[in-house]
């Protein structure tokens, strides 16, 4: 089975602290992504990759940055958090040609509380 | 840029009553796909539909994608407990290649 792993569960941070969000995936996916979950707004992409070093914004990239210095993880980092980072955020990969994303498998998520 | 809407954002049914979820997008789409998120839990894919005017069928749950390839159904007949969630469609674009999921429509069964 395809095993997406997010580094933590919850999180609890002050405003300005810099936070990283990890994410493993086990199945030599090439395309990554990083989605935040908040009620009413459905999943919004923050940022994709389709292969190692490469990275592409989503549609909500500010105040967010990522790294993918190896194809089996995707790192989202939060230089500065505020309080409206608050949220789910979901890792996700999917094996596709090219740029054709296919199924999506996702983590179980990382809810991040910014005080 | 690219917007996926859903309707209803909330649907509630007696157990055995049908069900339906539709998507709407800005753009036309290269695809769409269909997911489900037990609450609690993660999105789970469901099933992905690519051609003009597509109908699939899993069980009692029929998916539907529009001539035009900018809207999308799903149907449940005769709604069980186990089909309590949020579904959520998302649409890939091949130009700007992004996947875009719809706000979700969040279902509750009555026993």
């Known amino acids: 089975d395809v095993k997406v792993t997010q580094s933590s569960r919850y999180l609890v941070k002050r405003t300005g602290e810099k936070v990283f969000l990890e994410c493993v995936q086990d199945?030599?996916?090439?395309?990554m992504f990083w989605y935040r979950q908040d009620p009413g707004l459905g999943l919004r992409l923050i940022y994709f990759s389709y292969d190692v070093k490469m990275k592409e914004k989503g549609d909500i990239p500010e105040g967010y940055s990522v790294s993918r210095e190896k194809k089996e993880r995707f790192s989202l980092i939060l230089e500065s958090a505020s309080t409206n980072q608050t949220s789910m955020y979901l890792c996700?990969?999917?094996f596709g040609i090219g740029t054709n994303t296919g199924e999506l498998f996702f983590g179980e998520g990382s809810r991040l509380t910014v005080l | 840029g690219q917007q996926v809407m859903q309707i209803p954002q909330y649907q509630h049914v007696q157990e055995g009553e049908d069900f339906t979820t539709y998507c709407n997008s800005s753009?036309?789409?290269?695809?769409i796909q269909w997911y489900k998120q037990r609450p609690g839990g993660h999105p789970v894919f469901l099933i992905q539909l690519v051609k003009s005017g597509e109908v699939k069928k899993q069980k009692r749950l029929t998916f539907q994608f529009g001539e035009a390839k900018k809207n999308s159904s799903l149907h449940i007949t005769a709604t069980q407990t186990t089909d309590v969630g949020t579904y959520f469609c998302?649409?890939?674009?091949?130009?700007?290649?992004?996947?875009?999921f719809g706000t979700g429509t969040r279902l509750t069964i009555i026993p």
């Open positions: 753009t036309t789409l290269s695809n």
């Open positions: 199945m030599d996916h090439e395309n």
């Open positions: 996700a990969s999917s």
């Open positions: 998302a649409g890939f674009n091949f130009g700007n290649e992004k996947l875009t």
